[in-house]
């Protein structure tokens, strides 16, 4: 209170006393109710916002469910538990993203609202200024001024409180994407892992080095062993053509060869020169000398041959023998 002179006279200024009254009275009022509108709105804003988080939660207690039932079945193994995961994810992750967006669009209509309410709290906020100051500049008493300055500052800052209180509300932040958001990549099935196969070491069929099947074709024939095919005939004047699949080579034979007969008893022999073809190039020269006989089917082969490039080498074979 202002301190008054003795024998003061008081003026009352009733009639700007009254509109200021009114004034401040209605402004104040305005904003309360501004301040209501924007609290209801902004609860149903938060209302669905709940509903969705809700949704969300019920469903993820239901994805999480049925993920642990999946894995519970796997037994350990590793692309049983990586499908598990990506079924819960090709849920989750879509559920989240339908959540966050929600969410995130609920924000923009929070904020548009509260910048709505904000324009309109400034805007009462002017008008209160601008309506009392038509009123409050007829007051020439020092006495009235203080109490109605105060007033009038009294309800511009519950304006201004108002404005602030609508800023303070909390909103929910988006839910964390435990699968990412990129939910495409749980779209299909991992590919399965191939199978183990056991490592084994291919092996050969056992071909005995010894042994030579002579094939007899009229005056002709064709033998082979491990290493190689000859095809040759021999009829006083011998030939024969060898091929050697082992070191790649070629061999043809020219001379002289005789056979005798007596029952199942059967003795061959040839003799000549030798040409031998290496896989390299290499051309190599000599002689042979063979012999083979058989009693009935089987029988013995000596071989024996002297090149330049390799030298003397003698071989002898089990035979079995076949006629035609």
Same mark, same amino acid.
């Not at 999946?70 to 819960?88: A, I, P, Q, S, V």
């Given at each position: 209170?202002?301190?008054?002179?003795?024998?003061?006279?008081?003026?009352?200024?009733?009639?700007?006393?009254?509109?200021?009254?009114?004034?401040?009275?209605?402004?104040s009022?305005?904003?309360?109710?501004?301040?209501?509108e $924007?609290t209801?709105? !902004?609860?149903?804003?938060?209302?669905? &916002?709940?509903?969705? #988080?809700?949704?969300?939660? %019920?469903?993820?207690?239901?994805?999480v469910?049925?993920?642990?039932?999946?894995?519970?079945?796997?037994?350990?193994?590793?692309?049983?538990?990586?499908?598990?995961?990506?079924?819960?994810?090709?849920?989750?992750?879509?559920?989240?993203?339908?959540?966050?967006?929600?969410?995130?669009?609920?924000?923009?209509d929070?904020?548009?609202l509260?910048?709505?309410?904000?324009?309109?709290?400034?805007?009462?906020?002017?008008?209160?200024?601008?309506?009392?100051?038509?009123?409050?500049?007829?007051?020439?008493?020092?006495?009235?001024?203080?109490?109605?300055?105060?007033?009038?500052q009294?309800?511009?800052?519950?304006?201004?409180?108002?404005?602030?209180?609508?800023?303070?509300?909390?909103?929910?932040?988006?839910?964390?994407?435990?699968?990412?958001?990129?939910?495409?990549? $749980?779209?299909?099935p !991992?590919?399965?892992?191939?199978?183990? &196969?056991?490592?084994? #070491?291919?092996?050969?069929? %056992?071909?005995?080095?010894?042994?030579?099947?002579?094939?007899?074709?009229?005056i002709?024939?064709?033998?082979?062993?491990?290493?190689?095919?000859?095809?040759?005939?021999?009829?006083?004047?011998?030939?024969?053509?060898?091929?050697?699949?082992?070191?790649?080579?070629?061999?043809?034979?020219?001379?002289?060869?005789?056979?005798?007969?007596?029952?199942?008893?059967?003795v061959?022999?040839?003799?000549?020169?030798?040409?031998?073809?290496?896989?390299?190039?290499?051309?190599?020269?000599?002689?042979?000398?063979?012999?083979?006989?058989?009693?009935?089917?089987?029988g013995?082969?000596?071989?024996?041959?002297?090149?330049v490039?390799?030298?003397?080498?003698?071989?002898?074979?089990?035979v079995?023998?076949?006629?035609?």
């Amino acid at each position: 209170m202002p301190n008054l002179p003795p024998n003061a006279v008081l003026r009352d200024y009733p009639n700007e006393r009254f509109a200021l009254d009114c004034i401040t009275e209605y402004f104040s009022q305005a904003s309360d109710e501004e301040a209501d509108e $924007f609290t209801v709105l !902004a609860d149903e804003i938060m209302k669905s &916002v709940g509903q969705a #988080e809700e949704v969300y939660l %019920n469903n993820k207690e239901r994805y999480v469910k049925d993920y642990v039932g999946c894995t519970e079945g796997c037994g350990g193994d590793g692309y049983c538990l990586e499908e598990c995961h990506r079924k819960y994810c090709s849920k989750e992750c879509p559920a989240a993203n339908i959540l966050n967006r929600d969410i995130q669009g609920y924000y923009e209509d929070y904020l548009h609202l509260f910048q709505t309410t904000v324009d309109n709290q400034k805007r009462i906020l002017e008008d209160l200024y601008s309506f009392t100051g038509q009123w409050f500049s007829k007051i020439d008493s020092p006495y009235w001024s203080k109490i109605y300055a105060y007033e009038i500052q009294r309800v511009a800052l519950s304006i201004i409180g108002n404005t602030f209180a609508a800023h303070q509300w909390a909103f929910p932040f988006s839910v964390g994407q435990e699968c990412g958001p990129d939910c495409s990549v $749980f779209a299909n099935p !991992a590919i399965l892992p191939p199978e183990e &196969v056991e490592e084994k #070491e291919p092996k050969g069929n %056992n071909c005995p080095p010894d042994k030579k099947v002579n094939i007899g074709l009229a005056i002709c024939g064709i033998s082979f062993d491990c290493e190689s095919v000859e095809f040759g005939c021999a009829a006083g004047a011998a030939f024969s053509l060898k091929k050697n699949f082992v070191n790649k080579s070629t061999t043809a034979f020219v001379g002289v060869g005789v056979d005798a007969e007596a029952g199942f008893a059967k003795v061959e022999a040839t003799a000549g020169f030798t040409m031998t073809r290496h896989a390299n190039g290499d051309l190599d020269v000599g002689v042979k000398g063979e012999v083979t006989g058989t009693l009935g089917p089987v029988g013995k082969n000596y071989e024996g041959t002297v090149t330049v490039m390799e030298g003397p080498r003698s071989e002898s074979k089990d035979v079995i023998g076949i006629s035609f």
